[in-house]
Structures are given as C-alpha cells and as structure tokens.
C-alpha cells in the first residue's frame, strides 16, 4: 500500500475575504479605481482559487477549514505571531521599512515606519521585538514595542550581531564588542536594563540563537572549526550546559519545550531529557523552519515525482511527522505561534499574499470534507470525516469493520518507532491503531494492530495496579459459567465479558473462528476487571478494553471502549 496521499491540498476557499495589496504609501488603503473593476477582479480571483480545489487527490476532496487570506503586499518581509496577532515587516525602500499588526483579514494597522531594515522580529505575549540596522552588513538596535499601549522602547543600542528572541516573558540577543556577549531581558519590566547571561571568549562565536520555555540554547563556534551547542535557564546562573558538540560547519538549530532540534543536511530532535534520544525527522536540509515549542514546520519536496512543494510538520510530544499544507507553491516564509501557523506566498512581481491557519486545522484528526465523486479505492465516512483507503481499507472490512474497531480518526500520517527506528505509517480508529508493516512476520495483509491498550494503560499510570499484576493462580472458574485464562498474561477473562469477547468477531469475512479473531482483535487481557465508581466494569487487552454496564439496556450492556480516541485526546488531537 506504500502512505497513501490522502490529506488534501489546504488551498484558498470562498471563505476568503480579499485585502488589497498594500503598498509603502497606501497602508490600509485599497487600491482600485472604481469598485465595478475591483469586484470582476475579485470574482475573477476567487473563481481561479475554487478551480484550484479541483486538483487534488484521487476524487477532489479538500479539508473543511481552509487557511485565510489576510492580505497581499508588494513584497515579503519578517514575519511574526503569538496567535492573538501577526505582525509583518514590509520593506519600503532599502532603507525603510513599515511594521503591519494584521488581527483579521479587514484589520490592518500600522505600528511604525523605521528609518532602516528589519532583518529578524519575534512576538511574544503582545510585545514586538525587532532588529533594526541601516544596511545590511552593519550591526543594529534591538527595539521593542507593546500591542497593547503603543509603548515602544530600546532594548540595546549598538552592536547587536543575532537576534532577538522572544518566548514568554524573556528575550535574548548577540552583541558584540569585542567578544560575543549573550544578554537576556525581562519584557514585563521594560524599564529594567537587559543583563549579561554569557561573555565568550575572543576567538568564539556564536552563530545561532534561540529561545524557548525559560531556556536559551547557542551554537558557540571557534575559529578552528570546532563547534559545540550550549544551554542555559534564563534565570539560573549555573554555566551552560553542552548538549552537542563536534567539528566542521556548524548546523543550525530550533528549542523546543524539551527537545532540541538540529538542522543540517538532514533534520534531527534530540531530547533534553535523554540527549542519547535522537530523532531524524528530514532525511534533507528544509527551508524556513519554525516552531512554537511544541510543533516544528518546515517547507520541501515532499512530491518527488512532480516537484511539488508542501508544509510539513513533526509533533515532539507524539513524535508524529505530517503534510500540514500539502501544496506550497512559492511559499516563502513561514512562522508560528499561539496554536496558528502563517505564511507569505510569492503569486510573481509586487504581488505576496498573507496566509493564516489554525494548527488544529492542519492535523491528520482534521476533518475533511465529503467527497464530490466516489472512487473504488477509498471510503469517505461523514461520522467522523475521514477517508479509509487500499490496505487499511481492506483490513477494515475484512475483520469486523466499525464493530470492533469504529470509524477513522485521523487520515494515514507517521509515527516514529523507538524499538524500530524508523517511522511507520499509521491511522487511528475510535478503537485501534493500524500500522502498515508489509515485511512484519505478524502483519495480515500487510496490517498490525498496535497494543494501544498497553500504551494506554502507562499513559493514565495504572500499570502498577493491582489488576494489572498477573495473578498468583488462575481460578478454577466455578463461581462463572465459563472463563478463559490467557497463558501469555496469566489473566483470566469470564462470564458476561468472556460472551462479549467471542462475539466480537462474528461480522468477520474471514475463515477463522470466533476465538481466533477475538484474539486477532484485541491481543490477551492485560488486566483482571475493574469495577469503576458509577458501577462499569472494564477490562483491558493488549490492544482493546471492554466494557460492561450492568444498568444499560442488553443490546447497550457490553462494550468495546474508545481508547485510540482517548490516546488522540491525550495529546489534544481531538477538538
């Protein structure tokens, strides 16, 4: 089956709202002569946007929430966003440059013209920061301004090399006289004189910078080509600690909450908590790469055949890879913040339009929209607005279909496997995982059903409970009309449940008895039942949990428990 392309194209909608493109001298102001032309433009526009839903996968399918124009300018400069507001730096001249906050695609309010470049600016809880310099080999100021007053303010005056960097509270920046010096302010107390974290020795340097979750992260480099990564708290006055170091050309890098990111010719997270952790997440150098401490985005070929650009996304938390804008045709910047991604895209000479989407949007649990035509090698299912397709698809009807693992969750995405090393191509059900593994000695038709039951018993912590513990001995069932005790796990499963569990492979296609697909289903029980407080008694497998409701109606009375919906919840998956 290979990963099926099945996440749409993420392109324009009639959602949009057409911002006229905003010149030096016309901030705000729309440029049109007369508003019959101006509106066959926009009819002209739009129409071109619809037609371009029309090239996607298989059958035409796009996602509900498509991103929103916010606005076209001359040209793409610095981009910025805490989520609440994104602020732009578009370039006047060579020597001038405007600051935009745009908060809707209606709302465009300048926020000052500064008499030099803006190489670098950041936002963090409603203040700007931004570097400001005459040319663009000189040194520069770092200036700030709140959203909220207009307050503006200067942060260092003179010899600012890199920088700055916001997150939270605090901002951190290179300056250099004489030696690379590492200073670091609190932005909540503007009056307050910024502070030295590091001074480096003469024959250092630091070549990259950033900021994030109360840590500063550098890479220090010295002239004979030996390099090495630092970090540091904010507000600790410990020395630094090195994570990484080696020789040679130096890579760049991004700070997550609790990961490191490198980037060279590939793309590595490394863990702060286990450095030996180390994750190739790109197997080639991307472009404009950003993060908001938990997501990273970044742009390339990600279509070999045909060249096509896309956004893609690797979450540290699940350590999941993605398409969150499959097509990202002349997209040039890209930023984050605030559970929403923005970018610019380049349309040709003096024409550069603002985009904006919410991060949940762009998820594999997204919805997608229902289909306009149908095709023989998927099924779009409008319960839950997702689309099942060639392998996985025929595994899903072959045993049981929505009975013992319900409707798709997510669309196919990857998932990186610590035992294995390497991502895998999976997509959650209500009640399971599916895993393409063609070459496992224990794939059916090229399908494994993950042990999400064991995973999800660690995640909520009861692993150590004493249902969990195999039993001493097994009973000898006579309180129960029947039991059935699991030699792998030593766990006995009985009455009612052990009824419910034979019968959970009775829509099943294929030639195996009913216990043999229970088995197939759901893996041994893990666990003795549990009464839980309202009276439900549960009992958890390998890779399911069953339920049962003694005060429910009979044909309502016994369940299977929604546990892949509950491991997407846990990493706020499901909105």
Not at 482 to 502: I, K, M, N, Q, V
């Amino acid at each position: 089956m290979g990963q099926t392309p099945i996440l749409r194209p993420l392109q324009p909608n009639g959602r949009v709202t057409s911002v006229p493109r905003t010149s030096a001298s016309a901030i705000g102001k729309p440029r049109w002569c007369n508003r019959l032309p101006h509106l066959l433009l926009a009819l002209l526009a739009l129409s071109a946007l619809l037609s371009t839903l029309l090239v996607t996968w298989s059958e035409r399918s796009r996602a509900i929430t498509a991103p929103i124009l916010l606005g076209h300018y001359a040209v793409a400069g610095s981009l910025a966003t805490d989520g609440r507001a994104i602020v732009v730096a578009i370039p006047e001249t060579a020597d001038a440059t405007i600051l935009l906050e745009v908060s809707g695609n209606e709302r465009h309010a300048m926020l000052i013209r500064s008499a030099g470049q803006i190489p670098e600016l950041t936002l963090a809880q409603g203040t700007v920061l931004w570097l400001e310099r005459s040319c663009t080999d000189c040194s520069g100021r770092i200036r700030a301004l709140r959203l909220a007053t207009r307050e503006t303010w200067t942060l260092a005056e003179t010899g600012i090399r890199s920088g700055p960097r916001a997150d939270g509270r605090w901002a951190a920046w290179v300056s250099r006289n004489g030696t690379d010096r590492l200073f670091v302010a609190d932005l909540e107390t503007s009056r307050q004189p910024p502070r030295i974290l590091a001074v480096l020795p003469p024959e250092h340097e630091i070549t990259d910078l950033q900021l994030c979750a109360g840590r500063v992260a550098w890479v220090e480099v010295t002239r004979t080509e030996q390099w090495r990564i630092q970090l540091q708290p904010v507000a600790s006055a410990d020395p630094p600690v090195t994570v990484l170091q080696g020789e040679g050309a130096p890579p760049s890098i991004l700070l997550s909450n609790d990961a490191l990111i490198t980037i060279d010719q590939t793309m590595r997270v490394i863990s702060l908590d286990e450095p030996r952790l180390s994750v190739p997440i790109w197997e080639s150098a991307p472009e404009s790469v950003t993060t908001d401490g938990r997501y990273v985005f970044w742009i390339d070929t990600v279509f070999l055949e045909t060249g096509r650009r896309a956004i893609v996304a690797y979450d540290t938390l699940s350590k999941s890879r993605f398409l969150a804008v499959p097509d990202a045709t002349h997209v040039s910047r890209l930023a984050v913040g605030g559970d929403q991604l923005v970018w610019f895209q380049e349309h040709g000479p003096d024409d550069v339009s603002l985009w904006a989407a919410p991060i949940a949007d762009l998820l594999p649990t997204a919805r997608r929209a229902k289909p306009e035509r149908q095709n023989p090698t998927w099924r779009y299912f409008p319960e839950t607005g997702h689309y099942l397709a060639n392998g996985f698809r025929h595994f899903w009807e072959q045993f049981g279909g929505a009975s013992p693992f319900g409707f798709p969750l997510s669309e196919e995405f990857d998932e990186y496997d610590l035992d294995s090393g390497r991502f895998r191509t999976v997509q959650y059900f209500e009640r399971a995982r599916f895993v393409w593994i063609p070459e496992s000695p224990i794939a059916l038709d090229g399908v494994v059903l993950d042990p999400i039951g064991v995973e999800l018993v660690h995640q909520l912590g009861l692993a150590s409970a004493r249902a969990f513990r195999s039993p001493a001995a097994a009973s000898n069932g006579a309180a129960m009309t029947s039991c059935r005790t699991f030699s792998e796990t030593g766990h006995e499963l009985c009455g009612p449940l052990l009824d419910a569990w034979l019968h959970i492979g009775s829509s099943v296609t294929a030639s195996l008895s009913s216990e043999e697909v229970a088995l197939l289903i759901t893996g041994p029980a893990i666990s003795e039942p549990i009464v839980l407080p309202d009276g439900t008694i549960v009992q958890y497998f390998e890779r399911a949990r069953l339920e049962l409701r003694p005060q429910a109606e009979p044909e309502r009375a016994i369940s299977l428990g929604r546990i892949g919906a509950e491991i997407l919840a846990a990493r706020d998956w499901l909105r």
